[in-house]
């Protein structure tokens, strides 16, 4: 793939490599692995994709989602250990060459290969989609450190709050539009009984985000424990075996997180008495599952109950 003047034709680089220091990467323990790029080498990193695939990290210097991004890069690269070649082109300093390869504003990552452009993302993603997005093409390595968002899942699994609440506030700030940190952080919060901040999060996003299911999930969550009957109330209830009962036990058991018998609950009652409260038991079927999110192994059980049991 030459590399020529759009404007004039003519070669913009030549074959000779660039050796000076200015050209060097920062780390030398990995300098076959993270290199700076420019009208100098590149014509050079190109070739040298006919034997290893190049990562193309087209930044921009003053731009702070770049310099975020490359520093998710280089770490990435490190831990691949030689599978991609890292190349650093300063789009600012090399106008003709970021015009070229079709690059309009950074960050803008490409994968070349054999010469050619394989595929490309746009934008400061979190590390978590770039690993995903990577492992398209590279097996992942052996001993990679979970993410962020790693660490913070097992943390609220473990019972760590304030770890994972910590771990998705700093991931909510760094990557802002990202919603999906913001809505984990939210669920985080409820989980510590702060709905008020879980709710100004929430009402803070953008409208179709926060009318998305996660969203929803989150005031789901909020509202099972503000419509949950309290210990002295769940007492009286006990000796009673109607559908009032049964609908107020089930969503006790909603706000206390023990969602397989309140869905399993809600059911039966819905079998019995769907009339219920205006169809409520499958109605707050239907807010358990945005609770639990769409890909929990008991909404796809459970929705498939529901809809066995419907028709």
């Known amino acids: ?64 989602a770049s310099q975020q991004l490359s520093q998710v890069l280089e770490k990435l690269a490190r831990e691949y250990n030689g599978a991609f070649l890292l190349g ?13 390869l079709g690059v ?34 590279f097996p992942a390595p052996e001993e990679a450190p979970a993410s962020p968002e790693e660490q913070a899942a097992a943390a609220l699994e473990a019972g760590d709050t304030a770890t994972a609440r910590a771990l998705y506030q700093e991931l909510a700030e760094q990557y802002p539009q990202h919603v999906p940190y913001q809505v984990a952080l939210a669920r985080v919060l409820v989980v510590e009984d702060q ?8 009402d803070n996003l953008p409208p179709e985000d926060r009318d998305a299911a ?22 009286d209830l006990e000796a009673r075996d109607d559908s009032e009962a049964r609908y107020l036990r089930a969503l006790r058991q909603l706000a ?8 399993e609950a809600l059911l039966a009652l819905l079998k019995t008495d769907r ?22 192994p008991l909404t796809v059980t459970y929705r498939r109950k529901l809809f066995a049991q419907l028709y």
């Not at 206390?256 to 869905?263: F, V």
């Not at 009339?275 to 929990?296: E, I, M, S, V």
């Open 214 to 235: 996660p969203a929803r999930g989150v005031r789901a969550s909020i509202e099972f424990r503000e419509e949950a009957p309290d210990p002295a109330q769940m007492a």
């Open 275 to 296: 009339a219920y409260g205006d169809d409520a038991a499958r109605k707050t079927l239907l807010r358990a599952f945005d609770a639990l999110g769409a890909d929990h």
């Open 1 to 64: 793939m030459p590399i020529v003047d759009p404007r004039t034709g003519e070669p913009l680089t030549d074959d000779t490599p660039a050796g000076d220091a200015a050209n060097a990467p920062a780390d030398g323990q990995h300098a076959e692995m993270i290199l700076d790029v420019d009208r100098r080498n590149i014509q050079q990193l190109l070739e040298t994709s006919m034997q290893v695939p190049v990562l193309l990290d087209c930044r921009s210097t003053v731009d702070a």
């Open 104 to 137: 309009r504003a950074a960050p803008d990552v490409k994968l070349i290969s054999q010469g050619g452009l394989v595929d490309h993302f746009q934008g400061a993603l979190p590390e978590k989609e770039v690993r995903e997005w990577l492992g398209r093409y």
């Open 195 to 202: 709905p008020q901040e879980a709710l100004a999060i929430l």
């Open 88 to 100: 650093r082109l300063d789009i600012d300093q090399e106008p003709d060459i970021a015009a070229q």
């Open 256 to 263: 206390d997180g023990h969602y397989e018998d309140g869905l």
